[in-house]
């Protein structure tokens, strides 16, 4: 996989395998696509676009995903959250596969304990 602080912008990006996001605390409005997925281990980030990715979007503990303003993740394997998830306007569209190696086709918080996992829904979204 790949590590960077942050992501923001509008341009749209392909996401081959794991985006490892260290020091998350911006809005990326783009789309990302490809079998990849993302990690969010430190900060906080928000997605305002469409992303249709497959790879497992994974929010450690103390850190935070935003969906919102009509943001969407269609096709990601799972959500695994052990940190704050919140959909403001924002939908989720979860995959059902399995290859055996992770959990897959479920949104599901608090992976790890005392992981203190929130998930919030609001402003008409859906999950």
Same mark, same amino acid.
């Given at each position: 996989?790949s590590?960077? =602080?942050?992501?923001?912008?509008?341009?749209?990006?392909? /996401?081959?395998s794991? /985006? *490892?996001?260290? %020091?998350?605390?911006?809005?990326?409005?783009g789309?990302m696509? =490809?079998?990849?997925? /993302?990690t969010?281990?430190?900060?906080?980030?928000?997605?305002? #676009?469409?992303? *249709?990715?497959?790879?497992?979007?994974?929010?450690?503990? %103390?850190?935070?995903?935003?969906?919102?303003?009509?943001?969407? /993740?269609?096709?990601? %394997?799972? &959500? $695994?959250? *052990?940190?704050? &998830?919140?959909? *403001?306007?924002?939908h989720?569209?979860?995959?059902? $596969?399995?290859? #055996?190696?992770?959990?897959?086709?479920?949104?599901?918080?608090?992976?790890?304990? #005392?992981?203190?996992? %929130?998930?919030?829904? $609001?402003?008409?979204?859906?999950?």
């Amino acid at each position: 996989g790949s590590q960077a =602080g942050s992501l923001s912008g509008s341009a749209a990006g392909t /996401l081959d395998s794991t /985006l *490892d996001l260290t %020091n998350a605390s911006s809005t990326y409005s783009g789309a990302m696509s =490809g079998t990849g997925g /993302l990690t969010i281990s430190g900060g906080v980030e928000t997605l305002t #676009g469409s992303n *249709d990715y497959t790879g497992n979007t994974i929010v450690a503990a %103390n850190t935070g995903l935003t969906v919102s303003d009509g943001g969407t /993740l269609n096709g990601t %394997n799972s &959500v $695994q959250n *052990d940190g704050n &998830v919140v959909l *403001d306007n924002g939908h989720v569209t979860v995959t059902s $596969q399995n290859d #055996g190696q992770y959990w897959e086709g479920v949104v599901a918080s608090g992976f790890s304990d #005392g992981s203190n996992a %929130n998930m919030t829904l $609001q402003n008409g979204s859906t999950l």
